[in-house]
């Protein structure tokens, strides 16, 4: 299948992605385009340092005109004939017409345990909150701010430690984890939805781990 | 800590607490009285049997008069001297009055991972929804709905073959794990408050406890 991932920053999603890939574990991914809507993002390196295209198309150019920006971006990645796009830190609200563009859909990786926390400045809002536990959600992408079907979630503990960046590299340590599953798991073909739950073909949880269990603080505190 | 449960069903979280309370798991829970606003509860039946007061002031008498019925509440509690009060299924908005009424706070267990999903009919949203893990939040009570401070919260997977019915009980079995626990915690005086954050004196994560991570589905599926 083939993969854009769409980036603003330095692409640290994107990096696990393609080392993923190295390992073999993506083998019907097909990444054949990187587009950051900054110039310069460490993710584009990232990207040519591994043989993809990279491509920018600036949002600064398109200020206030989201169709205009997201047209320049489909016709940036037409000859590529993508399939797939992955948002990997590309934090903005696309319209129907660019979310149909893609025949496999566009997915998002979110800092939070979806629905809990959608939006901007995750951290500081889970950790104001107060909550035990935090994570990330692999989700599809539809026109509401981190509203679409979710594809896997990952769980971890918030320390009483934590300020927003110590549990923004807890979280991240997630994202890494659980994206490129999920983006595995979609590019091979094994993900359908039933209304809005994902269905991921050929899933037999192993014995215990329907049992899964993570309280914090731990029970034994 | 001189505590009174309050509840509506069969109270199987309150039965989760006496159980643990018999285990010696929680030696300074002092379970002085239970209270329906049902007649004929499950729960007090289960007072009964430990020999703890059950009481019953029902709320289909005071349609319409919160204040009457939490008045009334209170006045059947004061005889107790209760230092915390323990909701356990009883699912009401309380009022300022009566939460200032207990020193040591008003506590309610969820079956939601806060603040995802408050309020009724939890499962058939989460399963609506298509979230792949849910859980449940051990919490103290404010005046709006489910938005106190967290103490404690469980996760577990969400199954593709759940229904609300599946997932309510499965969620319970969590309920029924972290509420001791929190409970626990709260009446020996190790839980404080730093802004909404609570905080669990004595806690020290044992090795690899802060690095517990939970997915779902599993990522080696």
Redesign the interface.
């Known amino acids: 299948m083939k993969v854009a991932v769409l980036c603003s920053g330095r692409g640290s999603n994107l990096s696990a992605l393609l080392e993923a890939k190295a390992r073999g574990e993506l083998p019907c991914a097909d990444f054949r385009a990187v587009l950051s809507d900054q110039e310069g993002a460490g993710a584009l390196d990232a990207a040519r340092v591994r043989g993809i295209d990279a491509l920018t198309v600036r949002s600064s150019d398109f200020k206030g005109d989201r169709p205009g920006f997201e047209k320049r971006i489909l016709e940036a990645l037409a000859p590529y004939s993508i399939e797939l796009a992955v948002l990997a830190g590309f934090q903005r609200v696309l319209g129907r017409a660019f979310l149909d563009a893609f025949p496999a859909g566009v997915m998002n990786i979110h800092p939070a345990?979806?629905?809990?926390?959608p939006g901007h400045m995750v951290w500081s809002k889970e950790?104001?909150?107060?909550?035990?536990?935090a994570?990330a959600?692999a989700h599809f992408v539809d026109e509401g701010v981190d509203s679409g079907?979710?594809?896997?979630?990952?769980?971890?503990?918030v320390?009483?430690t934590d300020g927003p960046d110590e549990l923004s590299a807890r979280i991240l340590k997630?994202e890494h984890?659980?994206f490129p599953?999920a983006v595995g798991?979609v590019t091979s073909g094994r993900v359908s939805m039933k209304?809005?739950?994902?269905?991921?073909k050929?899933?037999e949880?192993?014995p215990g781990?329907?049992e899964?269990?993570?309280?914090?603080?731990?029970?034994?505190?």
């Not at 345990?113 to 926390?117: I, K, M, T, Y």
């Not at 950790?127 to 536990?133: C, I, S």
């Not at 899964?212 to 029970?219: I, R």
Request: glycine share 10%; net charge positive.
């Open positions: 345990l979806l629905p809990s926390f950790t104001d909150y107060g909550v035990k536990l994570g959600t079907p979710i594809i896997c979630q990952g769980a971890v503990p320390l009483e997630v984890r659980i599953a798991w209304g809005r739950t994902s269905l991921l050929g899933f949880p192993k781990q329907a899964a269990f993570l309280a914090w603080p731990a029970l034994d505190a």
